[in-house]
């Protein structure tokens, strides 16, 4: 189906190829993984087979890549529309309509297809995403995740031969991961449709891979193969994979259920440990009385009014929605406070009801001293800062170091410290990368440096961990550690339940607009089937929450596993 033959991709300006000395071939009716760290060239793969690279991004394509039998090199991405439907990182740069059920329609109506056929393919894809209650509300007004079920559907629509998705469930709550996923398996079991997927998530989708393509050292030649074979040395892994390295389980189990099985002598050897936290815990700044069952006793006001925030029986109406209703959350400074939930249960809403891009249709919200609705931009910023799902809206300017230069002014800050940060999470960009031609993990390692670059005394962030790999989402703990090891309060909504257990003292459940759960981090994840993380999984009923926890015990004990 998918021909590469001696392909290399090289970037003007940039010393050596980006992706060197492919040449494989992917069977038809298959899904295959790319793995790797950021930067190896996976999302540049990706577009040589739909024709994006090298008619759109520029750059040298040498070699051959056929798709059904099309040159990718003679066929630009509209004469490959309709056997190659795409999904990049970024799902409004996809749309072309205003409304979830037209941009289903779109691809369609642009193969010409008929209005009977358009019909019933809309109807089965709205189905097959759980779109169907959206199926007439505005684009603009769905949530992230929303918006990637969107942009996938309206690929699936035309039924191509072939879907290259790039980060596809990056922005997806676990359950609505599940169910995109249990649709790519019936396109690729039922429908012998050929996927290439490009996911960090690896914890999400490794089990679904019937192969696996490694991309190494930048340059280096992709290899193509097993995927617990590859898992054995690939450089980046899920927790599954780490544990069973640790282990020493051979094959490596790819799956919860598997790593189970084996996990019996684990489970023994732990037996008598205390699962340690690495995230150092958060003393309660006083009693005070609840405003329901659901909610957590309110903190003493005169913290929150100093560094953190305070949300008393908030309300938020988006247009005809209400996106927010009776929440109360207070947070005290040092704490990270992890916001989780269904895509559309309003994480977002509430972030940006807290750092004052929306207004509060009822309820009181404070932070630090400070109304965020009716502060100054100016002042508010001494206050709190928002990293937002959608890094692009904070950068502006034409290179790195300029980015990092106005963040250094609009701060006060000494001259290159958002250049250090940016270091910091990011080794190896150059000053004078232009901010579109990173990819997005590292456009959001950029919106966060330039927001840290202030020092707000509470910091947001809207799924911070979309587009990292393993080793820069560690490093983003890293920073985040130290941030509430000095005082700055955290709150992120994220979907990423591992990054919520190894970092978050508190985790905050949202569903439809309402708290429905708030405690702490080992108290709400190892009682939730969906927000659990995957050590949690296979050690329970024994409450720990990730591999390091367990390393340390093992550590503690002079344990060998291997």
Not at 343 to 364: D, F, I, Q, R
Not at 394 to 419: H, I, N, P, S, W
Not at 543 to 559: I, K, M, N, S
Request: glycine letters at 10%; a negative charge; aromatic letters at 2%.
């Amino acid at each position: 189906m998918i021909r590469f033959e001696d392909v290399s991709v090289t970037y003007e300006g940039v010393p050596g190829p980006t992706v060197r000395g492919v040449d494989l071939t992917v069977p038809e009716g298959e899904l295959v993984l790319l793995v790797g760290p950021s930067g190896v060239g996976k999302s540049t793969l990706l577009g040589t087979v739909s024709g994006l690279v090298p008619h759109f991004t520029g750059g040298t394509l040498r070699g051959r890549v056929t798709v059904a039998g099309r040159d990718t090199r003679t066929h630009k991405p509209r004469e490959l529309a309709d056997v190659v439907g795409t999904v990049g990182q970024d799902p409004l740069a996809h749309f072309v309509t205003d409304t979830v059920e037209d941009e289903l329609a779109y691809g369609m109506e642009s193969l010409g297809l008929a209005p009977d056929v358009m019909r019933r393919r809309v109807e089965e894809t709205l189905d097959l995403l759980g779109l169907a209650e959206l199926r007439d509300r505005p684009i603009a007004t769905l949530s992230g995740g929303q918006q990637q079920r969107v942009a996938i559907g309206s690929v699936l629509t035309p039924h191509p031969q072939v879907l290259v998705l790039d980060e596809p469930t990056s922005a997806l709550d676990p359950a609505a991961a599940e169910e995109v996923l249990a649709v790519l398996q019936r396109l690729v079991h039922d429908l012998g449709t050929t996927v290439l997927m490009a996911e960090h998530r690896l914890e999400r989708v490794v089990q679904y891979a019937d192969q696996v393509l490694l991309l190494g050292a930048p340059g280096e030649a992709p290899v193509l193969g097993d995927p617990a074979a590859l898992m054995a040395r690939s450089p980046v892994f899920p927790p599954v994979v780490a544990l069973g390295r640790l282990a020493g389980w051979s094959p490596l189990p790819l799956t919860v259920r598997d790593a189970r099985r084996r996990a019996g002598a684990l489970r023994e050897r732990l037996a008598d440990a205390v699962p340690a936290r690495e995230t150092a815990s958060v003393p309660p700044a006083g009693p005070a009385p609840t405003a329901g069952r659901w909610s957590r006793p309110r903190r003493d006001r005169t913290q929150e009014e100093t560094r953190g925030a305070l949300v008393e029986r908030l309300a938020v109406r988006r247009g005809r929605v209400e996106a927010l209703r009776r929440v109360d959350l207070a947070v005290t400074p040092g704490e990270t406070v992890a916001l989780m939930g269904r895509n559309g249960a309003g994480k977002s809403t509430l972030l940006s009801t807290l750092v004052g891009l929306l207004e509060p249709t009822s309820g009181t919200v404070r932070v630090g001293g400070a109304v965020p609705h009716r502060t100054s931009p100016h002042q508010l910023i001494r206050h709190v800062g928002l990293v937002p799902q959608e890094p692009r809206d904070l950068l502006y300017a034409d290179t790195v170091a300029a980015e990092c230069a106005a963040a250094d002014r609009d701060a006060g800050a000494a001259d290159g410290a958002c250049r250090a940060l940016v270091s910091e999470l990011l080794p190896g960009i150059a000053d004078d990368t232009h901010p579109r031609d990173l990819s997005e993990g590292q456009r959001l390692a950029l919106a966060l440096a330039i927001v840290l670059t202030a020092r707000p005394p509470l910091l947001l962030l809207d799924e911070p961990t979309r587009g990292l790999d393993y080793a820069a989402k560690a490093r983003l703990v890293t920073v985040l550690r130290g941030l509430a090891a000095e005082g700055h309060a955290l709150v992120l909504a994220t979907h990423d339940v591992e990054l919520a257990a190894e970092i978050a003292h508190r985790v905050v459940i949202l569903a439809d607009g309402e708290v429905v759960a708030d405690g702490p981090t080992e108290q709400i994840v190892v009682s939730s089937p969906s927000f659990a993380p995957q050590v949690t999984k296979i050690l329970a009923p024994q409450e720990w929450l990730t591999v390091a926890q367990v390393r340390r015990a093992l550590d503690a004990a002079g344990e060998d596993l291997a």
